[in-house]
């Protein structure tokens, strides 16, 4: 088997000794709505099928595994990635996948062609797959390796089937970046008085020395990322100063337009064996097709004081433990949420890289009038998940509440967008821990 699904496992393990798309919210003035691409085709990560499960796009530095949630490469560097994904079917299906560069909010595509910022003709067959075995369900696990793309900006994978563009199974974003800015950053406390128990604040700043822009102000776009996802992405207002011959570029603002929401630690199960409960399970009938699990009744945290745990920030990993050589032999559990709460007057998700943070209908808790009970079920691969109660329309969420103490990741993402050029480059990049950035 291939060789990051040996460190997937050794990874799982760490963990069980020890015991994560929604457009950018600008805070700017943008306004422009360009014209979509594919009418069918939604900008962001998502399954159009019901059977294909656990897609992952997983970045190697070198041989070295980087990440299985954050698909941002450097452009020019010995970056790879590699996009795995289930097909919960018995037979072999004729997949193919395009790669598409987008504008710098992902709402269309570039004015640039493939040929511009890909070495080969941009229709990859799927060739790589293995059926599991030993599995109640059955399924085919896919690999593709990504081809090195030549310009910097976002980027979206999408998989078809039958060499028919219009019947598109997934689709995936990743990002390729440039070294042309440096990034200064500093995390604290909120500086609005009211959100100083709940809130955490950014402030940076971009020099430009390896660039030349002239219209710095108008022509940079930051955008900033809590924990790799974009529901909890924004775009940065202008800068508050420019200095240093329109090189330095200051974001420091005093009335929240940087502020995040602390949240709270994420919660997590274990599934990672069927021969007894792990982490957060309550029950697992191992007599179903598929297997079924229930996992013990959530409920709210908001009144509760912040309580420290080593999370993962809403990733997932598979993982099984009975088998570890390989995830062929690793299961799917239909797996049962609850949440024991009153009614909310929002609708309340249940959200974590595994769903790809998505609001949609198909992660919104249904409420049980009887039993006072929110309700939803998933089709997981065996391992180890990361989840969090997202409740629509609140600062502060009445299910998980909000703490400035929680430990998030963050990154940020510098764009530049003008007129003079054909596409959105992407020239700077940096990612850091909340609590290291003090």
């Not at 085709?41 to 299985?68: C, D, P």
């Not at 504008?103 to 797959?129: C, G």
């Not at 745990?309 to 990993?317: A, H, I, K, L, Q």
């Amino acid at each position: 088997m291939k060789h990051y699904l040996n460190i997937l496992i050794t990874f799982l393990i760490i963990i069980s000794t020890q015991i994560s798309c929604v457009p950018v919210q600008s805070t700017g003035n943008n306004t422009s709505k360009p014209t979509r691409y594919y009418p069918d085709l939604s900008f962001e990560n998502k399954s159009y099928q019901e059977r294909i499960n656990t897609v992952q796009l997983i970045l190697f530095k070198g041989n070295r595994m980087a990440s299985t949630h954050n698909p941002v490469m450097e452009l020019g560097k010995n970056d790879r990635l590699l996009l795995t994904f289930d097909d919960i079917n018995d037979q072999q299906q004729q997949y193919f996948a395009k790669i598409i560069h987008c504008n710098k909010d992902w709402t269309a595509k570039s004015n640039i062609q493939a040929m511009d910022y890909l070495e080969e003709f941009n229709q990859f067959p799927i060739r790589e797959f293995e059926f599991s075995f030993d599995t109640k369900l059955g399924y085919i696990h896919y690999e593709w390796q990504v081809p090195n793309a030549k310009l910097s900006g976002n980027y979206l994978i999408i998989v078809y089937q039958n060499n028919n563009e219009d019947d598109i199974i997934l689709s995936e974003r990743f990002m390729v970046h440039e070294n042309k800015a440096g990034i200064n950053y500093k995390m604290s406390v909120s500086n609005v008085v009211t959100k100083r128990r709940t809130h955490q604040e950014l402030e940076f700043e971009v020099m430009l020395n390896k660039i030349n822009i002239v219209n710095t102000g108008s022509d940079i776009y930051p955008v900033l990322r809590q924990n790799y996802n974009w529901l909890f992405a924004k775009e940065a207002p202008k800068p508050l100063q420019i200095s240093d011959g329109n090189k330095r570029l200051t974001y420091k603002f005093y009335n929240g337009e940087l502020n995040f929401p602390g949240n709270n630690e994420f919660r997590f199960f274990d599934i990672s064996t069927v021969n007894f409960k792990g982490n957060g399970v309550a029950n697992i009938n191992k007599e179903t097709k598929p297997i079924t699990t229930t996992l013990r009744i959530d409920g709210p945290r908001a009144s509760e004081a912040y309580r420290e745990w080593e999370d993962r920030n809403g990733t997932f990993v598979i993982g099984n433990r009975e088998r570890q050589n390989t995830p062929l032999v690793s299961d799917y559990f239909l797996t049962e949420f609850k949440l024991k709460a009153p009614q909310e007057t929002g609708d309340i998700y249940i959200v974590g890289e595994f769903n790809n943070w998505q609001l949609s209908n198909k992660n919104r808790m249904k409420y049980n009038t009887n039993t006072g009970i929110y309700q939803n079920s998933f089709l997981l691969k065996q391992g180890y998940y990361e989840y969090f109660y997202f409740v629509e329309d609140q600062t502060n969420n009445s299910i998980e509440g909000s703490h400035f103490q929680t430990e998030n990741n963050y990154d940020i993402l510098i764009y530049y967008s003008s007129p003079q050029i054909r596409y959105d480059r992407l020239i700077g990049y940096t990612e850091f821990n909340s609590r290291a950035a003090q």
